[in-house]
């Protein structure tokens, strides 16, 4: 997959995408139409930074779930 990435202006909708997890199911951005959508970027997994805010996502979860919130992150590494 090629990724076109390029910095959006606060307040700008997100574009339209499509991405597997890591369980091979697509989610598209449509998918969460509605609903309060955390959408964090990091650069690859298992590094100490992205290990961090990953976990402090997972902490809040409950508190972002009863805001009725999902979450997903981002990376250009695979699924």
Known sequence: MI??????????PAPAFSASDQEGKTHTLADAKGTWLVLYFYPEDGTD??????????????????????VWGVSGDDA
């Open 3 to 12: 990724y076109n990435f390029r910095m959006l202006a606060v307040g700008t």
């Open 49 to 70: 930074g992205c290990t961090k805010e990953a976990c402090g996502f997972r902490d809040e979860m409950g508190d972002l779930q009863a805001l009725g919130a999902i």
